[in-house]
Nanobody, 120 residues
Framework: VQLQASGGGLAQAGGSLRLSCAASGGRFAINSIGWFRQVSGREREFVAAITSGGTSNIADSVKGRFTVSRDNAKYTAYLQMNNLKPEDTAVYYC???????????????WGEGTLVTVSS
């Protein structure tokens, strides 16, 4: 399974970005996609996850500002990030799994990251 994360870039505080994570190449359906972020020198931080059934989980630190959705037909998940803050600056990674789960750190497939930079 290959994961392609895209949509990162530079935003001003209060602005928005939408990240996409597209899964391809698997023999079985991808039922879970999750996001985490990491700042250099700091621990990974869970952001959001969603299953093909629509069950989702959002970290408290971003709840109310970030939403997660997916297009099952495209095996793609989206992380809509609104009202961005400088502390949201990080590399955002997406992971995926055939099983139903909401913990990206337990997912089998790990993707490359996309950098999000929020200026004040």
């Amino acid at each position: 399974v290959q994961l392609q994360a895209s949509g990162g870039g530079l935003a001003q505080a209060g602005g928005s970005l939408r990240l996409s994570c597209a899964a391809s190449g698997g023999r079985f359906a991808i039922n879970s996609i999750g996001w985490f972020r990491q700042v250099s020198g700091r621990e990974r931080e869970f952001v959001a996850a969603i299953t093909s059934g629509g069950t989702s989980n959002i970290a408290d630190s971003v709840k109310g500002r970030f939403t997660v959705s997916r297009d099952n037909a495209k095996y793609t998940a989206y992380l809509q990030m609104n009202n961005l803050k400088p502390e949201d600056t990080a590399v955002y990674y997406c992971n995926a799994d055939e099983s139903y789960m909401l913990d990206p750190f337990r997912m089998a497939y790990w993707g490359e990251g996309t950098l999000v930079t929020v200026s004040s």
